[in-house]
């Protein structure tokens, strides 16, 4: 199997359910396929690559599709259940890098002092602590935890600085969900996710999406958070050589702080899942970056 | 291989980075605190980001991403997310030679010694981009004419000085430009200029205007044979 053949296996979001408008016909891409979302009048939406339709479902705020006619299911997000919850889907950066590249700087912590300064971090208050990663063999996920932070302003609803506990969750390769310490409550976590479109192997669209207990902010206020955090994010995204993610151990260097890519790098190449990857140090790409 | 001009000395002060580029080397170009040049591949070796979105502290560089500190040595020498570890010798980036000369950055990307013969006694004018190639800029220049509003049509004599570099003389004036000429990526390039050194404010300003003209007309030609 090659790497788009894997890729197509698997679900991916193309829009906001409560974006779309009726009687609509939208232009997208998807793994470097052009395709059409199109509402019906009736709220019907269907998908069609090349006037062949494929198959879509509803979840999680967001339009899925997949290219197989017989993909992976998708992904179970307990969480989407609880209606206390407030559930924020958040819109769509574009993003010039590999879908995976977004993936792994989402499971980063190291990085929150320096690119999201005095929001999800601040020196000095710059070290990562031990923390562990698996492979939950039963559902075939990448999981981090006991993972701690200290953050100024953990989230909108924050007022002071706290120490937040984090559990990392990568269901499949370009979508990852983040648990976090809720700053208003101590029995319960914040979940945050980010569901990635990738466009072709070096652009993708994220999709955002948080499911809070937070009955101060507006959607509005909420959003605008976490499109500023995006918004920091791409910045980096964006400018790192070489575009794709490398997943020859030779090619960057990694710490302890970083177990959570290393172990999902790792995982990437188990399965295949290259879409998005350099797999190896004599890539043409690489060799020129050098 | 000679040493490229990348920029002027004066447009880079100390504790500042800034990005540029010899034969598609994407590089870092910075300067610390003490002052100490160091021109590096733009590519932090732990996640690959562009070093030229980094800081300066003191006599290190740190990358925006993680805030990895890397001495003028090229070594890491600090790890935000492990204060007490000292990194291993092995994290470092690969350097290029580079040097302040005749009030140029000069790189030298072989890192052998080539010293361009340049006078010591010149003053910056002023880096300029041009959305050209190169090659346009340097078939351009010998044609080159230039009115000025108040002098009207100036008597200058061109010619080329070797490698990329080239010396306007405004005859009667008493006035050379010497300009470097920079090749950068996606068909555009840059000239560094410089004049001798007894000039007034006026003629500076004389000497901007005279080259904001040769990008007007090297990007107006371009223009034309690309469509």
């Given at each position: 199997?090659?790497?788009?053949?894997?890729?197509?296996?698997?679900?991916?979001?193309?829009?906001m359910?409560?974006?779309?408008q009726?009687?609509?016909?939208?232009?997208?891409r998807?793994?470097?396929?052009?395709?059409?979302?199109?509402?019906?009048?009736?709220?019907?939406?269907?998908?069609?690559?090349q006037?062949?339709?494929?198959?879509t479902?509803?979840?999680?705020?967001?339009?899925?599709?997949?290219?197989?006619?017989?993909?992976?299911?998708?992904?179970?997000?307990?969480?989407?259940?609880?209606?206390?919850?407030?559930?924020?889907?958040?819109?769509?950066?574009?993003?010039?890098?590999?879908?995976?590249?977004a993936?792994?700087?989402?499971?980063?912590?190291?990085?929150?002092?320096?690119?999201?300064?005095?929001?999800?971090?601040?020196?000095?208050?710059?070290?990562?602590?031990?923390?562990?990663?698996?492979?939950?063999?039963?559902?075939?996920?990448?999981?981090?935890?006991?993972?701690?932070?200290?953050?100024?302003?953990?989230?909108?609803?924050?007022?002071?600085?706290i120490?937040t506990?984090?559990?990392?969750?990568?269901?499949?390769?370009?979508?990852?969900?983040?648990?976090?310490?809720?700053?208003?409550?101590?029995?319960?976590?914040?979940?945050?996710?980010?569901?990635?479109?990738?466009?072709?192997?070096?652009?993708?669209?994220?999709?955002?999406?948080?499911?809070?207990?937070?009955?101060?902010?507006?959607?509005?206020?909420?959003?605008?958070?976490?499109?500023?955090?995006?918004?920091?994010?791409?910045?980096?995204?964006?400018?790192?050589?070489?575009?794709?993610?490398?997943?020859?151990?030779?090619?960057?260097?990694?710490?302890?702080?970083d177990?959570?890519?290393?172990?999902?790098?790792?995982?990437?190449?188990?399965?295949?899942?290259?879409?998005?990857?350099?797999?190896?140090?004599?890539?043409?790409?690489?060799?020129?970056?050098? | 291989?000679?040493?490229?001009?990348?920029?002027?000395?004066?447009?880079?002060?100390?504790?500042?980075?800034?990005?540029?580029?010899?034969?598609?080397?994407?590089?870092?170009?910075?300067?610390?605190?003490?002052?100490?040049?160091?021109?590096?591949?733009?590519?932090?070796?732990?996640?690959g980001?562009?070093?030229?979105?980094?800081?300066?502290?003191?006599?290190?560089?740190?990358?925006?991403?993680?805030?990895?500190?890397?001495?003028?040595?090229?070594a890491?020498?600090?790890?935000?997310?492990?204060?007490?570890?000292?990194?291993?010798?092995?994290?470092?980036?690969?350097?290029?030679?580079?040097?302040?000369?005749?009030?140029?950055?000069?790189?030298?990307?072989?890192?052998?010694?080539d010293?361009?013969?340049?006078?010591?006694?010149?003053?910056?004018?002023?880096?300029?981009e041009?959305?050209?190639?190169?090659?346009?800029?340097?078939?351009?220049?010998?044609?080159?004419?230039?009115?000025?509003?108040?002098?009207?049509?100036?008597?200058?004599k061109?010619?080329?000085?070797?490698?990329?570099?080239?010396?306007?003389?405004?005859?009667?004036?008493?006035?050379?430009?010497?300009?470097?000429?920079?090749?950068?990526?996606?068909?555009?390039?840059?000239?560094?200029?410089?004049?001798?050194?007894?000039?007034?404010?006026?003629?500076?300003?004389?000497?901007?205007?005279?080259?904001?003209?040769?990008?007007?007309?090297?990007?107006?030609?371009?223009?034309?044979?690309?469509?």
């Amino acid at each position: 199997m090659n790497a788009i053949e894997q890729a197509m296996q698997y679900w991916y979001p193309i829009g906001m359910l409560g974006d779309l408008q009726r009687s609509e016909t939208r232009k997208t891409r998807l793994l470097g396929m052009d395709i059409e979302l199109k509402t019906e009048q009736s709220g019907l939406i269907s998908v069609f690559h090349q006037k062949k339709p494929w198959n879509t479902k509803s979840a999680y705020g967001h339009i899925w599709t997949s290219p197989s006619k017989m993909p992976k299911p998708l992904f179970d997000v307990p969480e989407a259940g609880d209606h206390e919850r407030r559930f924020v889907p958040c819109g769509s950066v574009r993003v010039r890098c590999s879908p995976l590249r977004a993936v792994e700087n989402f499971l980063d912590v190291a990085h929150f002092p320096f690119v999201h300064t005095d929001i999800l971090g601040a020196e000095p208050h710059t070290e990562v602590e031990p923390y562990s990663v698996n492979i939950d063999e039963t559902k075939d996920e990448v999981i981090a935890t006991k993972v701690k932070f200290y953050q100024p302003q953990a989230a909108k609803s924050a007022s002071d600085g706290i120490v937040t506990d984090y559990v990392y969750r990568v269901p499949s390769p370009m979508n990852a969900l983040l648990y976090k310490t809720c700053p208003n409550r101590d029995d319960v976590q914040d979940v945050i996710a980010i569901f990635v479109q990738p466009l072709d192997e070096e652009t993708c669209d994220v999709w955002p999406w948080m499911a809070l207990y937070d009955d101060q902010s507006t959607m509005a206020e909420m959003i605008e958070f976490q499109q500023l955090i995006f918004l920091q994010d791409r910045s980096v995204l964006e400018n790192q050589i070489p575009i794709k993610l490398p997943l020859d151990p030779k090619m960057e260097i990694p710490t302890r702080a970083d177990l959570t890519s290393v172990a999902y790098r790792r995982w990437l190449k188990k399965h295949g899942a290259i879409y998005g990857a350099m797999v190896s140090s004599t890539d043409d790409a690489w060799v020129a970056a050098q | 291989m000679v040493s490229f001009a990348v920029g002027l000395t004066k447009n880079l002060p100390d504790g500042r980075v800034m990005r540029s580029f010899v034969e598609n080397h994407d590089l870092v170009i910075w300067r610390s605190v003490s002052g100490q040049l160091s021109c590096w591949l733009n590519r932090c070796p732990h996640r690959g980001m562009r070093l030229s979105h980094g800081f300066v502290r003191g006599e290190a560089l740190a990358c925006v991403y993680h805030g990895w500190h890397y001495g003028k040595d090229t070594a890491c020498r600090y790890i935000p997310a492990h204060p007490d570890l000292d990194p291993p010798g092995t994290i470092k980036t690969m350097a290029f030679r580079s040097f302040d000369k005749g009030g140029i950055i000069w790189v030298n990307i072989d890192n052998k010694k080539d010293e361009p013969i340049i006078p010591n006694n010149l003053l910056s004018v002023r880096s300029l981009e041009f959305r050209c190639p190169l090659e346009m800029v340097e078939a351009e220049i010998p044609e080159f004419e230039y009115h000025s509003a108040k002098k009207g049509l100036l008597n200058l004599k061109i010619k080329k000085q070797g490698f990329g570099k080239w010396i306007i003389e405004i005859l009667g004036q008493g006035l050379y430009m010497h300009l470097f000429l920079h090749k950068l990526p996606s068909q555009k390039c840059a000239i560094h200029a410089l004049s001798n050194d007894n000039v007034s404010s006026e003629q500076r300003k004389d000497m901007s205007r005279l080259l904001e003209h040769l990008r007007y007309v090297s990007e107006a030609k371009y223009k034309v044979l690309a469509a």
